[in-house]
């Protein structure tokens, strides 16, 4: 991060980590603005995630993405839920590593499957991929670039925001 940058706190992890209910609560909690990069996606695409992928594949909503990414180093301080296929492109992963401090929330393929298993906004739950094999094939993208790692693991959203907002305070970002 320069000083330059505008310093979000940014979630990422695996579909059904939480990311979305964590990082409203802490929108709430530090009176900062709350973005999300799929609803960003879906906004300047004008469609679904679920028709993104049908149309486009998931090249197509991974550079479309990546344009979201970008656009956030002019935006003001926030706090940033991102998709989960965020870390996939190498490219993205320096990029975040840039945007702001990075909290990763971790969680297995078994409760990320019982979370949200069934969401036509996640067509890759349902592809050729079993979800725990792309847990595995994520996780050393997650845990590289994270500079907090919360386990979400039985643990309630308010449980984990709280968690969240004391490391954030510990590494005085808040
Ligand atoms: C994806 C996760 C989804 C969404 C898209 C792809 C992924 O977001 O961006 O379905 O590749 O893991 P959530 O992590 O919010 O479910």
Known sequence: MDSTSPAHIILIGFM???KSSVARMLA???GLRLLETDELVV???????ADIFAKEGEDGFRSR???VLKALSSQEQSVVSCGGGVVVRAQNRSL???LGTI???EVSAEESLARVGQDDNRPLLRGSIAPHQLLEQRRGWYEEIADIRVDTS???VAQVADEVYQRLSELKVI
């Open 16 to 18: 059904g980590s939480g």
């Open 28 to 30: 709430a909690k530090t």
């Open 43 to 49: 906004r300047e695409a004008g469609c679904s995630v």
């Open 65 to 67: 993405e990546r344009a």
């Open 96 to 98: 975040l590593a840039e």
């Open 103 to 105: 909290v990763y929330l």
């Open 154 to 156: 039985a643990k309630g």
